[in-house]
């Protein structure tokens, strides 16, 4: 579908970034050299970044040196594209630095200038230090270090650049084009919008929006830097492949009938459901309930693809202390890119790909992929306290656990980085908690909920893990059922002074209301048990601990509701209230 570059900068890979200047060692070389070697045989540009910028000297021979040893030994494992990365470092030189160079951002541009041309001037990609709005200083126009860098970079070379925040929930056409000015070259878009790295208690499987294919003739190119669960981006890059064919904005352009539904839809989510849909819509303009609705379709068959797992599942703790985690926009360990530089209309999609340690896999939109990934424990070198976002970043910020329920990584690494694990042990604990997994299945299926995976399962699925600035459309009527129920609880519960039930047709309101959100939780609890079934393991283990945390809560708010709905009630006291259900009698300490 237009497949077109791959950029690797996971800083798992600690010789990405933190130990910078040691070269690959045999094995090293051997997995990245098949990681090339697979993007070729696939058409897709391999990119190989370097983060200097945590303890370079920008002037000293030595380092430049250290530098171009590196980048030299990465080109001759086939590699044709490179990338010089500054993000998330302090902008201060040391007095070496400021010896010699008039600025932070002039030692920046002499450093990228130099390699670039000693490379022979491949295609390259530099990422400034201010790579959004809310970092430059004190503004983007006004930035001297932005407009250093658009004066002082040679032409060739791209920049990228996250949008208005490390995470942008919308990036217009009138920010890029001042953008532009600024930097003398269109932008090379950094996207975040499903990234979940700061975040693994969240995942985002909703569609690419908030970015009009109107920005496609003004940018260079973008990357999309998505959820670290490879198996579960399907849905964003599909999305993305989309949008980077269009030329209309779908949202914007649609029929006057159209918009009203949308309109409609819009109290509701900002995507809203994909069966409420415009029935017909223009091959060129993308809208991203049409485009999530193409995605779930083609995303469903892979689900009942055999494939194996490449790890073990882990079931979500509690959130006990804020652990060290990198900050946000750390990890781009998985990466899909798009880029306008090839023949064709539009900006080509690009799938994602994960890579650890330089072993990834290039998937496919569509049919099988040959190149399977080998999914290693993650191997974090570089850690420190995490950036908690402004209230206007996504919703919901909630710190990843530092361990999972099975065992703590940290405890497992030796002095070098490298982790104490044998074959047997992995293996082993990898058949307990798939048997764990299985016994989940057996005690839970014996209702009527196995079966095969609907359209509308993964629907409420993408719904439930929408995206970082709203929710899906049963996702929020989820919420906003239960908190109608909750707030109009007094329906059914006689207060102390009245004694008395709510008229009949108020009741049966909220008794409705109820109905229907047990039947959602019902069928959340049915999700879960039909993915723990599909043949394809490697998807089934990345989705389950999201799933399960998610069945497990859902199930918690339907007990309460239905809790709620046991009555009426018979006599009060000033410490206790009595229940009747159909069944019984329950007696509940309570304040009235």
């Not at 959004?132 to 983007?140: E, G, K, N």
């Not at 995942?203 to 990357?223: A, E, N, V, Y």
């Not at 196995?450 to 600035?469: C, S």
Request: aromatic share 10%.
């Amino acid at each position: 579908m237009g497949i077109s570059s791959y950029l690797y900068a996971p800083k798992d890979d600690y010789k990405h970034r933190a130990f910078w200047r040691d070269l690959y060692s045999v094995e090293e070389a051997d997995q990245l050299t098949s990681l090339i070697a697979a993007a070729k045989a696939n058409n897709i540009t391999f990119y190989y970044a370097l983060s200097p910028g945590l303890d370079m000297t920008y002037s000293s021979a030595k380092e430049l040196t250290f530098l171009k040893r590196k980048l030299e030994q990465v080109a001759r494992f086939g590699c044709i594209a490179f990338a010089l990365l500054f993000d998330d470092i302090e902008p201060d030189m040391c007095e070496a630095d400021k010896e010699i160079f008039q600025s932070f951002a002039h030692a920046q541009v002499s450093v990228t200038n130099e390699v670039y041309q000693h490379l022979g001037q491949p295609q390259f990609i530099f990422c400034p230090t201010e790579y959004c709005a809310t970092r430059a200083i004190p503004a983007v126009q006004s930035s001297e270090y932005l407009n250093t860098i658009g004066t002082k970079l040679l032409p060739a070379v791209d920049i990228m650049w996250t949008g208005s925040r490390v995470i942008t929930k919308e990036i217009t056409l009138q920010s890029i084009k001042e953008l532009s000015g600024v930097l003398q070259r269109p932008p090379v878009i950094w996207d975040n919008i499903h990234a979940n790295d700061y975040d693994q208690k969240r995942l985002f499987l909703g569609p690419f929006t908030g970015r009009s294919p109107d920005l496609i003739p003004h940018l260079r190119g973008l990357f999309t830097n998505p959820n670290c669960e490879y198996e579960a981006n399907f849905v964003p890059i599909h999305t993305l492949a989309q949008w980077s064919r269009c030329s209309v904005d779908g949202k914007r352009d649609l029929t006057n009938d159209s918009v009203s539904s949308d309109i409609k839809l819009e109290t509701e989510s900002d995507s809203g459901s994909v069966e409420d849909l415009p029935s017909q819509i223009n091959s060129a303009s993308y809208h991203p309930k049409m485009a999530l609705k193409a995605a779930i379709n083609d995303w469903l068959p892979e689900f009942y693809r055999s494939k194996s797992s490449h790890g073990k599942p882990v079931k979500p703790q509690l959130v006990q202390n804020s652990p060290l985690l990198p900050p946000v926009n750390t990890c781009i360990s998985i990466t899909a890119t798009t880029t306008t530089t090839t023949v064709g209309a539009g900006i080509p999609p690009i799938p994602a790909v994960a890579s650890i340690l330089g072993v990834g896999v290039l998937p496919e939109v569509t049919g099988s992929s040959t190149f399977q990934p080998a999914m290693n424990p993650v191997m974090n070198s570089l850690v420190s306290e995490p950036e908690l976002p402004a209230s206007d970043e996504p919703m919901d910020y909630v710190p990843t656990p530092s361990t999972s329920p099975n065992d703590s990584l940290v405890d497992r690494l030796s002095a070098d980085g490298s982790e104490i694990v044998d074959n047997e042990e992995a293996a082993k604990v990898q058949s307990d908690d798939e048997n764990r997994m299985q016994t989940d299945t057996d005690n839970e299926s014996k209702s009527n909920s196995k079966g095969m995976l609907t359209f509308a399962d993964v629907e409420l699925l993408v719904d439930l893990f929408y995206l970082p600035f709203e929710h899906g459309s049963q996702g929020l009527t989820l919420l906003q059922d239960f908190h109608w129920l909750k707030n109009n609880s007094h329906l059914v519960i006689p207060t102390k002074k009245s004694r008395t039930m709510s008229p009949r047709i108020e009741v049966q309101e909220w008794q409705d209301k109820a109905a229907k959100f047990d039947s959602m939780a019902q069928a959340v609890q049915s999700l879960y048990i039909r993915i723990l079934d599909i043949p394809n393991r490697s998807l089934s283990l990345e989705l389950y601990p999201y799933v399960w945390d998610m069945k497990a809560i859902v199930g918690l708010l339907n007990s309460y509701v239905k809790w709620l709905g046991t009555f009426p009630l018979l006599s009060f006291s000033c410490s206790s209230a009595f229940f009747i259900s159909n069944n019984d009698c329950q007696r509940f300490s309570a304040h009235v």
